[in-house]
Every structure is written in C-alpha cells, then in structure tokens.
C-alpha cells in the first residue's frame, strides 16, 4: 500500500526525498486555487516563476502574466491572483505566466519529484482519484505563508488524506493532525478560518469573496500537473459554474 505524508512548508523539504513520489503542492489562499480556476476556465498552460522580471518576460512570447506581492496586483501584470479575474473568458485558450509570494515558490522547491499535481479543494477529488491510479507514494506540500504553517493548507491536507484514508497508509503524525484538524473544522471552513493569518492580513483588501470560493469542494474536475517545463490540465475540462 502507497503512504502519505504531509509537509507543513517548502522550508521542511530538504527533510524528504522527493524521488519516487507524487507531490501535491497545495497554496489554497489562493495561488493554487487561482490556477485550478484559470484551467477551468480554459487557460491551456501556465507556467509558475518565482520572479516578478522573469514573469514578465513571458509577456513577449504571448502570454497573459499574472503576480501577487502582498496580496495584491503586482504593477504592470495583466492579472493577479483572485481566481475572479480568471473568470471572465479572458483566460480561454491563452498560455498564463504566474509568480505569487508562496505558491509558485512551492511548486518550483518539488521539482525532484516523479510527479507534481496542483491541489485545491476545487479539484479534490480529481486529486484523489488521480492519486488512486498512479499508487506513489504521496506527499502533500503546503505553501504555508513565508516559510512558515498556515491554517488552510494543512486542512487540505487533511480533506485529502480523509479521502484517500482507505488506500494509503500514514504513520506519521504530521498526516494525522491535518485529518484531525480537517474533521474538526469542515463543518464550516470559513467560520473556522475568520482567525486565520491570511484572512487577518488581507482583510482590509476585501478578499472574503475569493476566500468563500477557494472553500467549496469538488467544483472543478481539472487536473494540473508539471509537464517538461509548465502545468497542463489532464483532467476533465467541465466547468460546473
Ligand atoms: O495572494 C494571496 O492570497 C497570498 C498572499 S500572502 O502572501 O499570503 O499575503 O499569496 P499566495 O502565494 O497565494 O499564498
Ligand atoms: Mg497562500
């Protein structure tokens, strides 16, 4: 049986070994959730740069850029990271270049792994089922904010493991305290993040809106993973609303 584990910040990874597994790299507020709504809404690749300048370099090549510093639009970026702005058609059939404070940054520290899959509550159980099929070993990295825990990461975390509970093995207590803090939050996730960092931080910039939608469950059935040098979508392009 495969095993899963979770890694609370891309700053605890040079305490694993990423050969050999699968990583889903998870940033719900609001990176990973932005990128699982812009494939749903027809983006048809996206790359993630760590960068503000090499992000708008791509912008020559034809890409719409998007970049978050501070919880806002970066300057000069046709896009930020509210999965809102990804909604509109904008984003249909167009190539998206992407650098947010913590979410690009953890999908570039997993790039040992056999494979690498963009994660959100949006996508969770196109996750899951994925996940059932490939039968790696499982590590799921939070984003955290700055190197450090965040609250709505590790309750992905544990919203997954609570699905893949039955075929994965984990005995490991970092898994086990996200199930545990999933099964105590889930009844109502927006209620149970009002303390959080991030809502505190970014309150003033009236992002309640995103943070409800990042919340709900199995809206969207993409599935972004990293192929050769950016993410594409191999899961079923079904916007559901
Ligand atoms: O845009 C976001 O929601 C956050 C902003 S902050 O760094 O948490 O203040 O960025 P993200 O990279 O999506 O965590
Ligand atoms: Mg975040």
């Known amino acids: 049986m495969p095993s899963i584990d979770v890694c609370y910040s891309p700053e605890l990874l040079h305490l694993y070994d990423l050969k050999g597994k699968a990583v889903v790299a998870v940033d719900i507020l609001r990176a990973t959730s932005t ?68 979410g ?33 070993d499982v590590l799921i990295v939070c984003a955290g904010w700055k190197g450090k825990f965040n609250l709505e990461d590790t309750l992905y975390a544990g919203a997954l493991v609570e699905r893949l509970q039955q075929a994965f093995s984990f005995e490991n207590d970092a898994t086990l305290a996200s199930l545990y803090l999933y099964q105590t939050a889930k009844q109502d996730l927006v209620t149970f993040l009002r303390q959080s960092s991030h809502v505190r931080r970014l309150e003033n910039l009236e992002i309640h809106k995103d943070i409800e939608f990042c919340l709900q469950h199995d809206k969207f059935g993409v599935l972004p993973v990293w192929q050769q040098d950016r993410l594409v979508d191999i899961g079923v392009r079904e916007v559901k609303g």
């Open 104 to 136: 690009t940054r953890a999908i570039h520290l997993s790039m040992e792994a056999d494979e690498i899959i963009v994660g959100s509550f949006l996508n969770l159980q196109a996750v899951a089922n994925h996940l059932q099929e490939l039968q790696l």
């Open 35 to 102: 990128m699982v709504t812009a494939f749903a809404h027809g983006a048809t690749d996206i790359f993630p740069v760590m960068k503000l300048e090499e992000c708008q370099a791509y912008a020559a090549k034809g890409c719409l850029i998007a970049a978050e510093r501070d919880g806002v639009k970066a300057e000069g970026f046709d896009l930020g990271n509210s999965p809102f702005a990804y909604m509109n058609g904008n984003v249909q059939g167009r190539t998206i270049a992407i650098t947010t404070t913590n």
